[in-house]
């Protein structure tokens, strides 16, 4: 298919919110250097070609060897600042006017870097966003599924004194053979905090880790959630119970869940009523921003305006924002859809 350049241009320009970015996953080769060389680190890779070289990954494990090894060269907060800079001007270019993004303390704090600097320095930049490009956002704390939950638990209560940052946990990092129920009780205190709650499940695992992350570790969202399309009975109840699934299109064709996004289940799982949403991941490793996003899924499925309109309104509905600011985000997003919408021809 080829997408209409009059809706490509309207899908750039829409407001949009990204509701699943690790900003650890969008440090571009070129920062990389430069804080390798800031911070004296020894990097395997001889150039910044040489690194973008390495991104040949084939699945999520081998991506996830060379994220950990990029994300060595974060030592101070003016990396953590930089790097969270960074995204935020690329998602400001793309139109996003709000995000809710993951940081995961347990490769840094395994590294010996302090969770004071990777919260202090990631808070910073979002604070100066707000005033400077009238972004908003929150942050979500992502623990990593193939370590233990004993270590999920040490990292909670290492960032308790600085819940004031973030508004709720996440689970990241491989999840074949490490399923929901491991981190049931490191969620439960979660939840007692009154942390917001969301997991991975559904990406490279089966559809029961979907259905698993909402009976067992409570879930208000589900973050990929794409295999769900394996269960009729499991999507009915994602449409039934509006759980939004924050769907990332070049991610799921660059680890090989959807090799060829013809074959993606978004527009199945739009047209059975779930509240899916489009976003990056960790673009720096998966080839696009926001935008990037929206237009390959827009190029390979038979998606029209409307489901356009439908997929940013569900990115500021799924929110953890305030129910005035979401509706404020809605009628921004209405208004600008409607406007940009051809007149229907009269139903016969
Ligand atoms: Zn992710």
Not at 55 to 81: H, K, M, N, P, R
């Amino acid at each position: 298919m080829t997408l209409d350049a009059a809706l490509a241009e309207r899908i750039r320009r829409s407001p949009k919110a990204e509701l699943h970015v690790h900003i650890e996953g969008t440090l571009e080769p070129e920062l990389i250097f430069r804080l390798a060389q800031r911070n004296q680190v020894k990097l395997p890779y001889a150039s910044v070609d040489a690194l973008r070289q390495a991104y040949a990954f084939t699945d999520l494990q081998s991506f996830l060897d060379i994220y950990y090894a990029g994300a060595s060269v974060l030592q101070t907060e003016e990396d953590f600042f930089d790097m969270t800079m960074a995204y935020v001007q690329r998602a400001v270019a793309d139109n996003v006017r709000h995000a809710e993004i993951f940081f995961d303390p347990q490769t840094h704090t395994a590294r010996g870097v302090d969770i004071e600097i990777v919260i202090d320095g990631i808070a910073d930049a979002l604070a100066q966003a707000r005033t400077q490009y009238d972004f908003s956002s929150r942050m979500i704390l992502c623990f990593l599924r193939h370590l233990s939950e004993e270590d999920a638990f040490a990292t909670l209560e290492a960032a308790l004194p600085y819940r004031d940052r973030f508004v709720g946990v996440g689970l990241d990092s491989s999840e074949r053979g490490n399923p929901p129920e491991k981190f049931a009780r490191v969620f439960a205190r979660a939840r007692e905090l009154g942390l917001h709650l969301v997991a991975h499940a559904g990406e490279e695992g089966p559809a029961q880790y979907v259905a698993d992350a909402l009976d067992i570790l409570h879930v208000e969202r589900i973050d990929h959630g794409v295999r769900a399309i394996d269960d009729e009975a499991l999507v009915q109840r994602l449409a039934r119970e509006r759980i939004a699934l924050t769907v990332c299109p070049l991610s799921n064709q660059k680890l090989k869940v959807y090799p060829d996004l013809r074959d993606h289940s978004l527009k199945r799982l739009l047209d059975a009523g779930v509240a899916v949403t489009l976003h990056s991941d960790d673009p720096a490793y998966f080839g696009g921003y926001m935008n990037a996003n929206w237009e390959a899924v827009f190029e390979a499925l038979p998606l029209d305006a409307a489901d356009a309109h439908q997929l940013a309104r569900n990115s500021f509905e799924a929110s953890f924002l305030s129910p005035m600011h979401k509706a404020e985000y809605l009628a921004e997003v209405d208004h600008f859809w409607q406007s940009a919408l051809p007149t229907q021809p009269a139903a016969a």
